[in-house]
């Protein structure tokens, strides 16, 4: 008999641990305030509602408890243009669901756009999280400005390619916003940074390649970006991010994007071996066998969301 109770109070904490387990797991990303993702330069929500620019991370990052948005706004255009077009999305999903803030977090051209937004309206905001953003510009676009200068005969050319592509985009996701890739391209230039910055200063490092402020009008800043261009031989999109890393010369950066000018708020880290588009899981989930998972480090910050009562 006492070997049967043995093995019933056994069996009943190996259940009660099976139990905590699972709820603590249903549970991991589950914020106070809502997750919101933005997309960066020819970004997107869904193609068709098939294909997510964030491969595979918000059905992740919903597994564990979390409401998770994904607007879309337009795929090129200026950072201040991209945030007024956010500030209508969030303003819409407030008055339907009542939410008070948003965890905002923004991949590449989405991080200004964040940052735009918690600097005008910061009764919306609770946190920005940037992701590989060219937050003091993308060498890249000084490159293309340089090659295409204003009066060049290719200059309209190329940005007529780049708005139908933008406009194609688009109509793919069902948006209907304008496009400008003029206008995107002065926003990612160095000089249209510092503008901006200069405007939206919060969370920007005070030194070269330093930390931001952690806290700025009660809206927790963070930031990580990559430092790899080749990583999959399968992935057909690393061929153009290693053109994209001649313009750098000698500085880390993940095809598109300078590991110091990733730098915002509290810089979780700025070296995953992580190219451009990996940091959002792109293409197909596709990324090094080697370096971290794009889903499993956006899980993880949820949590520290969670964590920080956001």
């Not at 708005?163 to 916003?177: Q, Y």
């Not at 919060?202 to 930031?223: D, E, L």
């Not at 080697?290 to 949590?303: D, E, G, I, M, Q």
């Amino acid at each position: 008999m006492f070997a049967n109770l043995a093995r019933c109070a056994l069996a009943a904490v190996v259940l009660c641990c099976v139990s905590v387990t699972a709820l603590a797991q249903s549970t991991y990303t589950k914020t106070r305030h809502p997750i919101v993702l933005v997309h960066g330069l020819l970004g997107f929500d869904s193609l068709l509602g098939v294909y997510d620019y964030w491969y595979g991370i918000p059905a992740e990052l919903r597994s564990g408890g979390a409401r998770v948005y994904v607007p879309t706004v337009s795929a090129s255009n200026f950072s201040e243009v991209r945030g007024e077009q956010l500030i209508r999305e969030l303003d819409t999903l407030r008055a339907i669901h009542g939410h008070s803030r948003f965890n905002l977090i923004g991949h590449s051209h989405g991080g200004p756009t964040i940052r735009y937004v918690a600097s005008v309206r910061p009764d919306l905001v609770a946190s920005v999280t940037s992701i590989g953003s060219p937050h003091t510009g993308s060498k890249v676009a000084d490159g293309l400005n340089a090659t295409l200068p204003p009066g060049s005969a290719l200059r309209p050319i190329v940005a007529g390619f780049v708005n139908a592509l933008s406009t194609f985009i688009a109509v793919l996701s069902g948006n209907s916003d304008p496009q400008n890739a003029l206008g995107a391209l002065a926003s990612l230039s160095a000089s249209g940074a510092a503008t901006f910055n200069a405007r939206h200063p919060q969370g920007m490092p005070s030194t070269a390649c330093g930390q931001g402020a952690a806290v700025v009008n009660g809206i927790r800043y963070y930031s990580w970006g990559g430092t790899a261009v080749l990583t999959h031989v399968l992935d057909a999109s690393d061929p153009l991010l290693g053109a994209g890393s001649l313009f750098f010369g000698f500085e880390q950066n993940d095809g598109l994007v300078g590991r110091c000018s990733s730098h915002l708020g509290v810089v979780l880290r700025d070296d995953y071996g992580w190219n451009h588009l990996d940091q959002v899981n792109q293409v197909l989930g596709l990324t090094s066998w080697f370096a971290s998972s794009p889903k499993a480090v956006l899980r993880a910050h949820a949590n520290r969301l969670q964590n920080a009562g956001l």
